[in-house]
């Protein structure tokens, strides 16, 4: 009975216990706050890597086994295949970010699981996917400077062959980096409209 009473939490304990814990059972941090119980997406969604390798591999591991291919070709099927990887990654893990007791709460209703994950799943994958996305497509636009490794001559090769040629080098690397943010700006842009339209039907 002593050893009983020894194991049984007092209030003191439970007291020091939930103010370790939120009220909803998040732990507390040092600071004092609530852990945010949103799902998260996996570290996969936040992993980044050079595009380089993969166009200096096409290029030239296809010469290696004997396909003569054009620089812009290695380009195109390097850049697709790092994009496509990192892609697939970050909307799988978006859709594993949504809570499992959606799918749970579906099949209670009776809903087949292709309705499930058209009607309810995706749509709230497709909200957590939008930044992510976004972002990885800006870094891939940025990343296409990287193609002058296989001697193709995109923006930032240009703007260096006429800095050789005028010597000039601020201007033309000013108006190449606004020419980046032209095109990376309305990207930003559309993410951010995409995201208040589909929050205000959900």
């Known amino acids: 009975m002593d050893r009983l009473l020894q194991l049984r939490p007092t209030s003191l304990d ?3 216990a939930y103010a370790r814990r939120g009220p909803r059972g998040g732990r507390r941090h040092q600071t004092g706050g609530v852990t945010d119980h949103r799902p998260k997406l996996t570290k996969a969604a936040n992993l980044s890597g050079p595009a380089g390798p993969p166009q200096f ?3 030239f591991g296809a010469n290696v086994l004997g396909f003569q291919i054009s620089a812009w070709t ?3 099927v390097g850049l697709t295949l790092y994009g496509s990887a990192f892609l697939g990654e970050i909307w799988r893990g978006c859709l594993e970010a949504v ?6 709460a579906a099949r209670a ?5 292709w309705k499930t994950l058209y009607l309810i799943i995706l749509p709230q994958a497709l909200r957590l996917a939008i930044p992510p996305t976004i972002g990885f497509l800006v870094q891939l636009i940025k990343n296409t400077s990287l193609a002058s490794i296989v001697g193709f001559t995109e923006l930032t090769r240009t703007g260096q062959l006429i800095n050789n040629a005028t010597y000039q080098p601020l201007l033309i690397f000013i108006t190449i980096s606004l020419i980046y943010f032209a095109m990376c700006w309305p990207l930003s842009l559309a993410s951010k409209r995409l995201e208040r339209r589909l929050a205000s039907k959900m």
């Open 109 to 113: 209703l009776g809903l087949h699981e």
């Open 99 to 104: 809570p499992k007791g959606q799918w749970e």
């Open 14 to 16: 439970t007291r020091r």
């Open 74 to 76: 290695a380009v195109s």
């Open 57 to 59: 591999i096409v290029f």
